[in-house]
């Protein structure tokens, strides 16, 4: 069989187990429809978020960051939907729930799942910063693009383990979830109910030769923040150079230094760590 074709059984695997495709809670289910309501109140959203305390306690302690902290602290969790957002909210609400998917009681699936989730982060809070500087994007609805592109990858290492010899080859394991990881994403998008046009960037996943737009869209937002996401790091070799990448062509003058790397990542390099702090302490 070919490597396709051994590829394919194992999506199909992914596909029929409902047990392996994971589930949104019912509260992030509930508090999603409630802010597509155009009733939806500050009020009604935190009655919502205060039926799950570990929820709860995050979208504060999101609240309270540096990021979001313009003068005194929000008193309760009213206040800090208020200052967060509605939509925002809801995005930061989803990327906490994602968190619990990278988890496995197996302790390699459980670090491997770690690791992945880890550099997911890296790249969402590069996608946050990039889109709140750029005009026509919705930071914190980047910031959830960036981190679950990555969304496929505990479903596709739980099949992948019983493959050993995928599993265990490093180069195959990986290929194997380039190669799935955008139809699991669209699968499991479909699943939780988002849009065709997310579901559309999460097909963008590793696409690097896309060119849609002539302008930057979001797929783009998130193809630049992986690429830089992964500087220092083995895989970078694997990624194709800048001037051959559209997405990166499209970036402003203005956002990059001479030689073609992200002022953000320079001026912003204390906020990228206290972000990856605050994101990671959802765990």
Excluded at 12 to 25: F, G, H, M
Excluded at 121 to 150: N, V, Y
Excluded at 197 to 218: C, N, P, S, Y
Excluded at 227 to 255: D, H, R
Aim: contains cysteine.
């Amino acid at each position: 069989m070919t490597t396709s074709g051994v590829y394919a059984k194992i999506f199909l695997a992914v596909e029929s187990d409902e047990n392996v495709l994971p589930a949104l809670p019912e509260i992030i289910i509930s508090l999603r429809k409630k802010l597509n309501d155009p009733d939806c109140t500050i009020k009604i959203a935190a009655d919502v978020l205060k039926s799950d305390p570990g929820l709860s306690a995050y979208i504060m302690r999101i609240s309270n960051s540096a990021r979001y902290m313009f003068a005194s602290p929000p008193r309760d969790l009213e206040a800090a939907v208020m200052r967060l957002g509605l939509a925002s909210t809801a995005s930061l609400a989803t990327a906490h729930a994602a968190r619990a998917m990278f988890n496995s009681s197996d302790p390699k699936l459980r670090k491997m799942m770690m690791d992945s989730y880890h550099r997911a982060t890296r790249t969402s809070i590069l996608c946050f910063l990039l889109a709140e500087r750029l005009p026509g994007f919705d930071a914190e609805e980047a910031m959830l693009a960036g981190l679950l592109q990555d969304i496929a990858i505990p479903p596709l290492l739980m099949k992948l383990a019983d493959r050993p010899e995928i599993f265990n080859d490093e180069t195959r394991r990986k290929q194997c979830i380039d190669e799935l990881a955008p139809k699991v994403n669209a699968l499991i998008m479909k699943h939780w109910g988002f849009d065709d046009a997310f579901i559309a960037v999460m097909r963008a996943r590793k696409q690097w030769h896309r060119d849609e737009h002539e302008k930057l869209d979001m797929a783009d937002i998130v193809l630049i923040a992986r690429w830089y996401s992964l500087m220092g790091t083995p895989e970078f070799s694997e990624c194709p150079e800048f001037e051959k990448i559209p997405a990166l062509q499209k970036l402003p003058v203005s956002e990059l230094t001479a030689d073609h790397s992200l002022k953000l990542l320079e001026e912003s390099r204390q906020e990228i760590i206290d972000l990856e702090n605050t994101l990671h302490a959802a765990a």
